[in-house]
């Protein structure tokens, strides 16, 4: 699952996305409101934690642009103990959760957890391309029920292409979601895993094409 941490103190961020890679999921970071809303306007998200108090653009703004645009995605309001009010405007914008800072990792995980369940029918969509089929709840690839042993970094760098088949995906693209925005990775850093990723899935009809200078491109091969 891609998650969109928007939190303006580092340290806290760093700490959930570190806590959500490990568990498989895919974790973007931004710390400005301008520029978080611009990202998800743009990127999206399957679920959004969202800190209310941000330099450039409050949560609540974010969360309100959010939803005006449909997007239904679900949020996590992280608010500091004395923001009440601020956590009613939050559930009435549309919020679905709301944690009261300093709060345990635990928790976080197990409110991510009940929001999936409830919002299975978003997030328990299957993609299926070739002969493959990638299970985004479980994040499990497999080949009619049995599964591939696909390293995690590899799983994210196909949650990301076919997030966008058909279409070029740039290496800025791929890094920001295979480590998370900001990151200090170099962009070559992915072309070892699209690589080994390409090898994987050649037996089973779907191949990963190079746009020179450009990207990735995910395609389902024809026979």
Do not use: W
Request: aromatic share 4%; glycine share 8%.
């Amino acid at each position: 699952m891609r998650i969109v941490i928007v939190e303006d103190n580092e340290s806290l961020a760093k700490a959930i996305s570190y806590r959500l890679r490990d568990r498989g999921h895919a974790a973007d970071v931004l710390h400005d409101g301008a520029e978080a809303d611009a990202f998800l306007a743009q990127e999206g998200a399957d679920l959004v934690v969202l800190d209310i108090n941000l330099p450039g653009k409050s949560g609540l703004d974010i969360l309100r642009a959010l939803r005006a645009r449909g997007d239904s995605a679900p949020v996590i309001l992280l608010t500091a103990r004395s923001e009440t009010s601020d956590r009613v405007a939050g559930l009435d914008l549309g919020a679905d959760d709301y944690l009261v800072k300093p709060f345990e990792m635990d928790e976080l995980e197990a409110r991510i957890r009940a929001l999936t369940r409830r919002k299975n029918l978003e997030f328990g969509a299957q993609d299926n391309i070739g002969n493959i089929t990638f299970d985004r709840t479980a994040r499990q690839v497999s080949v009619e029920g049995v599964p591939l042993d696909i390293p995690r970094k590899e799983l994210a760098v196909l949650e990301c292409l076919l997030e966008r088949r058909g279409r070029i995906v740039s290496k800025t693209l791929l890094t920001d979601h295979v480590y998370g925005i900001g990151a200090d990775v170099d962009q070559t850093a992915v072309e070892p895993l699209v690589s080994r990723l390409r090898r994987r899935l050649a037996d089973y009809g779907v191949a990963i094409k190079t746009a020179r200078g450009l990207g990735y491109m995910l395609e389902e091969l024809r026979e």
